[in-house]
């Protein structure tokens, strides 16, 4: 059966559903192991891959929830995309469902964000400091 949600079909609001088919769609195995989690999550350093995002992050479509973390197919199963790590990567909840309207952050930001999350907090207290300094009043 397949039935359709506002992520799906912009006509509908949040809480509706649609019913578009009673057709049986064939089953996917939806199981990505733990290992493979890990390993995809470390490589990306637990970032979002298209914005830089962190999980607890603020949503920037809903700063009252927290990003969470998701492991996307770049080839999706339904499209013979397979779970191998070189199929998947690491997207924030908005970016995952789409409803983000961020610009990509660049390799280079990723890459400053993920050594700046896995620093000592001294250290994330110093940049932030200095970064505080460098924009206050601009």
Partial sequence: MQIHSHLDDPALKPGEYMLVSLERLPAFGRGIPAGVRTRVLERNGYTCQLCGAAGGDPDPTNPAQKIRLHLDHVLPVSQGGSSDEDNLRVLCSACNQGRANIQPASEGAK??????????????????????????GS
Avoid: G, T
């Avoid at 964000?113 to 994330?124: D, S, T």
């Fill in 111 to 136: 890459n400053l964000l993920m050594r700046l999350r896995k620093a000592p907090r001294a250290v994330q207290r110093e940049v932030y400091e200095a970064l505080k300094r460098r924009f206050e």
